[in-house]
């Protein structure tokens, strides 16, 4: 079977358990109504137990999809400008950072949601140049990177769970950012994603061919007359802004941008034409999955889909890592 034969099935399969997927998890829950009760009480009338689960659950499985296709996008583009196949958004300490800066906008100005994203991402840029600078002394090479990555997650993680614990808050506020949580989220919180998440894929999208170029050797790039700094800034902030719109509701989901990538590349191959938009389907896919499951294993209690990601997260990191090694 020839490579466009696999990528239209593994395309056509995925949306199709995706959209499996999305009843399933629909019907997942305290509440659970058939699928033809659903539709009809979705569609033609009023049903009081469709309403609840349609204000209640559908932003929460929404949010999901659309952060899912974000963060994974964004690790797509990052492993692509850093040519560094570990980069992530939670490693290498932009998701740390939008979220501390999230979370300081959430304590100081509780009512205005705009700078809550806004503060995100000045925060996911600010831990971006920090990693980038320190980086650049040593010759930007991808285990420096990803080591000063992880050291200043690590430093913005430690202040967003000190900034919980000093404003007291319970599980909702900066505690939702600290645990990755969407247990609260709402329509709101979807419209949000829609304006940051949905543009930003379209123009990831038409970014494919640059980010095959910059895998090439930097020589090679600037001699067909392309400026590669500019090129690497642009996607570099394009990224950024993806994954702190998306952290700035979710809270910091760790692993999601690394794993998916490289899942991609085992499916449909390294050409991101390909790439970006089978990891935003999968992406989708792993976070909704993660979370139905978060909701349901332990019920009436829930597991947030970030522990389940570091859970399933943290092996794959590992055998990456030796797997690079060799």
Request: glycine share 12%; net charge positive; charged share 15%.
């Amino acid at each position: 079977m020839n490579k466009k034969k696999v990528r239209i099935i593994a395309f056509v399969l995925l949306g199709i358990l995706l959209i499996g997927l999305f009843f399933w998890s629909v019907r997942t829950g305290g509440l659970s109504v058939s699928t033809n009760r659903l539709l009809k009480g979705l569609f033609m009338e009023y049903d009081k137990k469709v309403a609840t689960i349609y204000h209640l659950r559908f932003p929460r499985i929404f949010v999901a999809v659309l952060a899912g296709a974000g963060i994974a996008v964004s690790g797509v583009l990052l492993q692509a400008v850093l040519k560094n196949p570990l980069a992530d958004p939670g490693i290498i300490g932009i998701s740390g950072g939008a979220g501390f800066f999230a979370a300081i906008a959430g304590l100081l100005f509780p009512g205005l949601f705009v700078l809550t994203s806004l503060f995100s991402f000045v925060g996911g840029l600010l831990a971006f140049l920090i990693v980038y600078v320190i980086a650049f002394k040593e010759g930007l090479k991808p285990t420096n990177i990803l080591l000063i990555g992880i050291a200043i997650n690590g430093m913005f993680e430690g202040g967003l769970r000190l900034l919980s614990q000093v404003s007291g808050q319970g599980t909702s506020g900066i505690a939702s950012i600290v645990e990755g949580s969407i247990s609260l989220t709402t329509w709101r919180d979807v419209r949000i994603l829609l304006i940051m998440v949905i543009p930003g894929i379209m123009l990831a999208l038409l970014t494919a061919k640059q980010c095959d170029l910059l895998q090439l050797e930097e020589k090679t790039i600037s001699s067909l007359g392309i400026n590669v700094p500019l090129m690497r800034i642009l996607i570099s902030f394009l990224a950024i802004i993806i994954v702190c719109g998306c952290t700035a509701i979710t809270g910091v989901i760790g692993f999601l941008g690394l794993i998916v990538p490289h899942m991609g590349r085992l499916i449909v191959g390294a050409e991101h034409k390909y790439l970006l938009p089978f990891s935003a389907l999968l992406g989708s896919f792993i976070f909704l999955i993660a979370d139905t499951f978060g909701r349901s294993i332990v019920y009436p209690r829930e597991i947030s889909p970030a522990i389940l990601m570091t859970i399933v997260g943290g092996p794959v990191f590992i055998y990456l890592l030796r797997r690079k090694k060799r």
